[in-house]
Each structure stands twice: as structure tokens, then as C-alpha cells.
């Protein structure tokens, strides 16, 4: 069963998963009826980052045209252009064991692609959701329902998996921003 968690909430992975080294991590979520006309594309991405909060190379920002981190632990598997259907809209799996000692945290995130020209905003997305899996047994370990009424943030850094010593922990995080992919790419330390 599932541990269900709220925002700012922290739980370990390995520590109570002993053995486990691979994690499927699914992003999802639906949007609401708006009469914009436009596609609603939202994008997952994970930033690897070091003790500082910062990527070491561009490289270790993962997503739809960066699809592996330099090492091969962290593997976006595809970008979701609708959002339409049931259950994860985009998957990064990721390889603990491999993750290079260098990166402390392993951030998700999610964007909304021409979020200002699209005139979209996390407003008009409902029922997002991470969820962390076992991959070998494809069994559900950790679910954050984002339960947040964002209005004009177009960018959420949703969780992240960080150290702790040597196992890996789980914090559900939540945090909107405004300026889409770009204000993200700045905080992570990405030259754009």
C-alpha cells in the first residue's frame, strides 16, 4: 500500500524498501475545461543537483530532449503532448544505485509549455500527482497529490529524492513558480 503524502511531508525509500534500486517515478494530471483553444502540454523534467542546490553541467537537467543524464541513471522516458488518457502522463526512471555520488538531490518538476503564449497557468490544472514505484515489482511506494490552488504559477518543482546518508528519502515539496521553464532552469543554476 501506498504512502499518501501531503506537502512538505518526508519519508525514506530505500531504507524501507531494502534491496530496492530501481524507481519508476509517474507524473500526472488532467486540465480543467477553459475555452483557450490550445493544447495543454505540460512537461516533467528532474534536475540533478549537487550539495550547493545547483546542477554540475546543464546536462543534469533531464527532460523530453535530454533524455539521460550523463551517468545513464536518470531516463525520461517520453513527452506527453495531450495529457489525455488515465495514469502517469510522463516517467523518469531512475537507476539509485548509479546516481553519481556528486548529486544530492534528484528534483521533478513540471512545467506548461508557451505556458504565456497559451495564456495557461497552473490554475486550470487539476488532479496532478507524482507517485514513486518499484520497478522491478511495479508496486506503488509513495503518492503526493498536489492539492494546491495555484493561480499563476506556470512551473512547480512538485518532489524531490535526496541523500540521507546512504539511503534515499522522498520529499513532497509543491512549490510554484512564475516564468515557467526558464525561472526553474535559473534556480537549478542552467545557463539559459
Not at 163 to 182: C, D, M, P, T
Request: aromatic fraction near 8%; charge should be negative; include cysteine.
Amino acid at each position: 500500500m501506498a504512502i499518501s503524502l501531503k506537502k512538505g511531508q518526508k519519508v525514506d525509500l530505500t531504507k524501507t524498501n531494502p534491496g530496492m534500486t530501481k524507481v519508476l517515478v509517474g507524473l500526472g494530471w488532467d486540465t480543467n475545461k477553459y475555452d483557450g483553444g490550445n493544447d495543454f502540454d505540460l512537461d516533467a523534467a528532474a534536475f540533478l543537483v549537487g550539495e550547493d542546490g545547483k546542477v554540475t553541467s546543464d546536462n543534469d537537467f533531464v527532460f523530453y530532449n535530454n533524455p539521460k543524464d550523463p551517468s545513464g541513471a536518470v531516463n525520461h522516458l517520453g513527452d506527453n503532448l495531450t495529457g489525455e488518457g488515465e495514469g502517469d502522463d510522463e516517467q523518469i526512471k531512475i537507476e539509485l544505485a548509479n546516481v553519481p555520488a556528486a548529486i544530492q538531490k534528484i528534483a521533478f518538476t513540471v512545467t506548461i509549455h508557451e505556458a504565456v503564449e497559451r495564456g495557461q497557468n497552473f490554475g486550470q490544472v487539476s488532479n496532478a500527482f507524482i507517485r514513486v514505484l518499484n520497478e522491478g515489482t511495479n508496486e506503488e511506494l509513495i503518492r503526493y497529490d498536489l492539492s494546491e490552488d495555484y493561480s499563476i504559477e506556470t512551473a512547480v518543482v512538485v518532489a524531490e529524492l535526496y541523500r540521507h546518508g546512504s539511503e534515499w528519502k522522498f520529499n513532497a515539496i509543491g512549490s510554484g513558480f512564475e516564468g515557467g521553464l526558464a525561472a526553474l532552469c535559473r534556480n537549478f543554476g542552467i545557463n539559459i
